[in-house]
C-alpha cells in the first residue's frame, strides 16, 4: 500500500526492500521489522510509528523473530566470526552474551522457544539451545534447512543429497539423492511430518519420505512461486498470473 511505502522509505530504504530486510512480526501482522547493516527497527504499519530501535556496532548479516525474542547474528570480518545477539520481548532485556561460530551465519530459524537453528557460510549446520547457551553440530555440507516445529522434523538440502530427521528420535531419518539437486530453490514441510515440498525453478515437487525408491514423487505446481499455509493445510501458487 502507498502508506507501507512511504514507512519503508522512511526508514531508509531508497529502494524497495527485499524479503531479507524486512519481516512481518508473527504476533501482530501490523507490525514490520526493518533490518539494516547496523540497526533493527521496529514499526507500526497502521500509524507508521516507530516503536523500538535496536542498534549494532557490527554488521547485522542474519536475523529471525519470534513471539518471544528477536534474535540475530553480527559478523566480525577480521576474527571471521559470528556474534549471537537477543532482544527479550517482554522484559526489553538485549543479550549479548551468546556463543561465538567461526564463519559468517546465512540462516537463522526457531524451532520451538528454546532451540535456534543457525547456518554458516561454510555449509555447517548448528543448533543452539537457549535455555543452557550451548550450541551443537547437526549436519555438514547444507545449503539450506527447513524445520518442521510441530513434529520436531529437520530437512537440510545438502549440496549432493537431502536428509530429513528427527531431532527426537534416531530411529527417523531419511537421505533423499533428489533428481538435479543443484537447482532445487527450497524446501517445506508438510503438516504431517512425513512429505516435503520441493522447490526447482521452474516447479514444485511433492515428497514422500516413506517412499524411499522415490516413485511416489510427484509435480503439484508448474511454477516456482508458491507458499504453503501450515494451518490451512493449502498450496497457494501463481500460474499465467492467476493464484
Same mark, same amino acid.
Given at each position: 500500500?502507498?502508506?507501507?511505502?512511504?514507512?519503508? =522509505?522512511?526508514?531508509?530504504?531508497?529502494?524497495?526492500?527485499?524479503?531479507?530486510?524486512?519481516?512481518?512480526?508473527?504476533?501482530?501482522?501490523?507490525?514490520?521489522?526493518?533490518?539494516? /547493516?547496523?540497526?533493527?527497527? %521496529?514499526?507500526?504499519?497502521?500509524?507508521?510509528? /516507530?516503536?523500538? @530501535?535496536?542498534?549494532?556496532?557490527?554488521?547485522?548479516?542474519?536475523?529471525? %523473530?519470534? =513471539?518471544?525474542?528477536?534474535?540475530?547474528?553480527?559478523?566480525?570480518?577480521?576474527?571471521?566470526?559470528?556474534?549471537?545477539?537477543?532482544?527479550?520481548?517482554?522484559? #526489553?532485556?538485549?543479550?549479548?552474551?551468546?556463543?561465538?561460530?567461526?564463519?559468517?551465519?546465512?540462516? +537463522?530459524? $526457531?524451532?520451538?522457544?528454546?532451540?535456534?537453528?543457525?547456518?554458516?557460510?561454510? #555449509?555447517?549446520?548448528?543448533?543452539?539451545? /537457549?535455555?543452557?547457551?550451548?550450541?551443537?553440530?547437526?549436519?555438514?555440507?547444507? &545449503?539450506?534447512?527447513? $524445520?518442521?516445529?510441530?513434529?520436531?522434523? +529437520?530437512?537440510? +538440502?545438502?549440496? &549432493?543429497?537431502?536428509? @530429513?530427521?528427527?531431532?527426537?528420535?534416531?530411529? +527417523?531419518?531419511? =537421505?533423499?539423492?533428489?533428481?538435479?539437486?543443484?537447482?532445487? &530453490?527450497?524446501?517445506?514441510?508438510?503438516?504431517? #511430518?512425513?512429505?516435503?515440498? %520441493?522447490?526447482?525453478?521452474?516447479?514444485?515437487?511433492?515428497?514422500?519420505?516413506?517412499?524411499? @525408491? #522415490?516413485?511416489? %514423487?510427484?509435480?503439484?505446481?508448474?511454477?516456482?512461486?508458491?507458499?504453503?499455509?501450515?494451518?490451512?493445510? /493449502?498450496?497457494?501458487?501463481?500460474?499465467?498470473?492467476?493464484?
Amino acid at each position: 500500500s502507498i502508506a507501507v511505502t512511504a514507512l519503508i =522509505r522512511s526508514a531508509g530504504f531508497p529502494i524497495l526492500p527485499t524479503e531479507k530486510d524486512i519481516l512481518i512480526d508473527p504476533s501482530n501482522s501490523d507490525t514490520l521489522i526493518f533490518i539494516q /547493516r547496523f540497526s533493527i527497527e %521496529i514499526h507500526n504499519a497502521k500509524t507508521s510509528e /516507530r516503536t523500538l @530501535a535496536i542498534n549494532s556496532t557490527s554488521s547485522i548479516i542474519a536475523l529471525t %523473530i519470534s =513471539r518471544d525474542s528477536i534474535t540475530w547474528t553480527t559478523f566480525d570480518q577480521k576474527k571471521n566470526a559470528s556474534t549471537f545477539n537477543s532482544y527479550d520481548r517482554s522484559s #526489553g532485556i538485549r543479550h549479548n552474551d551468546s556463543p561465538v561460530l567461526p564463519g559468517k551465519t546465512i540462516k +537463522l530459524a $526457531w524451532i520451538d522457544n528454546d532451540r535456534l537453528g543457525i547456518l554458516q557460510n561454510d #555449509g555447517e549446520l548448528f543448533v543452539y539451545k /537457549r535455555n543452557d547457551n550451548s550450541v551443537s553440530h547437526l549436519a555438514s555440507d547444507v &545449503r539450506d534447512f527447513a $524445520w518442521d516445529a510441530e513434529n520436531k522434523m +529437520l530437512a537440510a +538440502l545438502e549440496n &549432493r543429497s537431502m536428509e @530429513a530427521f528427527s531431532l527426537e528420535d534416531q530411529k +527417523l531419518y531419511w =537421505r533423499f539423492n533428489l533428481q538435479d539437486i543443484a537447482s532445487v &530453490r527450497s524446501l517445506a514441510w508438510y503438516r504431517d #511430518g512425513r512429505h516435503l515440498f %520441493i522447490t526447482y525453478p521452474d516447479h514444485v515437487m511433492f515428497l514422500d519420505l516413506q517412499d524411499l @525408491a #522415490g516413485e511416489n %514423487i510427484s509435480t503439484v505446481a508448474e511454477t516456482p512461486k508458491s507458499a504453503y499455509d501450515y494451518d490451512q493445510n /493449502r498450496l497457494y501458487y501463481l500460474q499465467d498470473g492467476q493464484l
